[in-house]
């Protein structure tokens, strides 16, 4: 099996180099769209590349041949469907397709970043698995419901059943914002946690979806100082294109915790403590009192 698969691949390779990068473009497409969303129709090719009819129809034949087993057009709603069977014809690098779908992603292309003698990007944890962020994904796009195995520092491995809205990068890493059914609340959980995920078929309930995420809809703005125990505080105005000493941020509640981690900012209350790390002093301490997760933040109380 593992050389038919190897043979498979080899072949696929081989008709792939033989492709225009054009048409190697609007295949990735195909075949990021039937991954991460589970569907695409001739239109969506069409609009995104603007080809005519005729071409996106040859472009679905070429990528039926590359994997046959991979999509399934259903006349009904005249769309593409990835199948059960789906195997990735392009390789797409986690780290790359997470950062460009949150920027709206473009071409479907993902090819990992080559490094840089010169220039240096910290260390990261591991990047989440490309299967399970697609499986979420999809669940996303396609408002459905997930049944999962999630690995929690308190709990253990236990299988949930979440309604995920979004994922964010919180500055240290990838998470999903999704309702808890068994904690009937809305919850952060980390992307690397997950074991496995299946869709659970049928509409979520409306209580599930994004706009009763009060923590998500709520937006905040924390005002930033330099902290006062630093005496150049010039060099962290600079650091931050502050204006008048000062730099405000509207943020979503869910996540203004986690910035404030990220960036180090001292959150108690006359920040007389001198937190070890923190350039930064939450100016408005008063929003502290809107941030459910606020414990994250340094100082707070």
Same mark, same amino acid.
């Given at each position: 099996?593992?050389?038919?698969?190897?043979?498979?691949?080899?072949?696929?390779?081989?008709?792939?180099?033989?492709?225009?990068?054009?048409?190697?473009?609007?295949?990735?497409?195909?075949?990021?769209?039937?991954?991460?969303?589970?569907?695409?129709?001739?239109?969506?090719?069409?609009?995104?590349?603007?080809?005519?009819?005729?071409?996106?129809?040859?472009?679905?034949?070429?990528?039926?041949?590359?994997?046959?087993?991979?999509?399934?057009?259903?006349?009904?709603?005249?769309?593409?469907?990835?199948?059960?069977?789906?195997?990735?014809?392009?390789?797409?690098?986690?780290?790359?397709?997470?950062?460009?779908?949150?920027?709206?992603?473009?071409?479907?292309?993902?090819?990992?970043?080559?490094?840089?003698?010169? !220039?240096?990007?910290?260390?990261?944890?591991?990047?989440?698995?490309?299967?399970?962020?697609?499986?979420?994904?999809?669940?996303?796009?396609?408002?459905?419901?997930?049944? !999962?195995?999630?690995?929690?520092?308190?709990?253990?491995?236990?299988?949930?059943?979440?309604?995920?809205?979004?994922?964010?990068?919180?500055?240290?890493?990838?998470?999903?914002?999704?309702?808890?059914?068994?904690?009937?609340?809305?919850?952060?959980?980390?992307?690397?946690?997950?074991?496995?995920?299946?869709?659970?078929?049928?509409?979520?309930?409306?209580?599930?979806?994004?706009?009763?995420?009060?923590?998500?809809?709520?937006?905040?703005?924390?005002?930033?100082?330099?902290?006062?125990?630093?005496?150049?505080?010039?060099?962290?105005?600079?650091?931050?294109?502050?204006?008048?000493?000062?730099?405000?941020?509207?943020?979503?509640?869910?996540?203004?915790?986690?910035?404030?981690?990220?960036?180090?900012?001292?959150?108690?209350?006359?920040?007389?403590?001198?937190?070890?790390? !923190?350039?930064?002093?939450?100016?408005?301490?008063?929003?502290?009192?809107?941030?459910?997760?606020?414990?994250?933040?340094?100082?707070?109380?």
């Amino acid at each position: 099996m593992e050389y038919q698969n190897n043979l498979n691949e080899l072949q696929i390779e081989k008709k792939l180099a033989g492709l225009t990068h054009a048409q190697s473009d609007r295949l990735a497409f195909i075949d990021f769209s039937l991954q991460f969303f589970g569907h695409i129709a001739r239109t969506d090719l069409i609009q995104r590349f603007k080809t005519g009819l005729a071409a996106s129809t040859r472009d679905f034949s070429t990528y039926k041949e590359l994997a046959p087993h991979n999509l399934i057009l259903r006349h009904q709603t005249k769309s593409y469907h990835r199948t059960d069977a789906f195997q990735p014809v392009y390789k797409h690098d986690p780290e790359v397709i997470l950062m460009s779908l949150s920027r709206g992603f473009g071409n479907g292309i993902s090819t990992g970043v080559q490094p840089s003698e010169q !220039c240096f990007d910290a260390v990261r944890l591991i990047h989440p698995n490309v299967a399970i962020i697609a499986s979420i994904m999809r669940a996303i796009h396609n408002k459905q419901g997930i049944k !999962c195995g999630y690995v929690s520092v308190s709990s253990g491995e236990t299988e949930r059943a979440l309604v995920p809205h979004s994922i964010i990068n919180n500055g240290h890493r990838w998470h999903v914002r999704a309702y808890d059914r068994k904690s009937n609340s809305f919850r952060d959980f980390v992307s690397t946690r997950f074991t496995f995920v299946d869709s659970i078929q049928g509409p979520v309930h409306v209580h599930e979806a994004s706009p009763y995420d009060q923590q998500w809809q709520l937006i905040v703005n924390i005002v930033l100082v330099p902290h006062p125990k630093i005496k150049q505080s010039k060099a962290i105005e600079m650091d931050y294109n502050m204006a008048d000493g000062k730099l405000s941020i509207r943020l979503r509640a869910a996540v203004a915790a986690y910035v404030l981690r990220q960036w180090q900012v001292d959150c108690s209350a006359d920040h007389t403590d001198n937190h070890q790390g !923190c350039q930064l002093a939450l100016a408005n301490p008063e929003v502290l009192e809107l941030i459910k997760n606020i414990s994250l933040a340094p100082g707070a109380v």
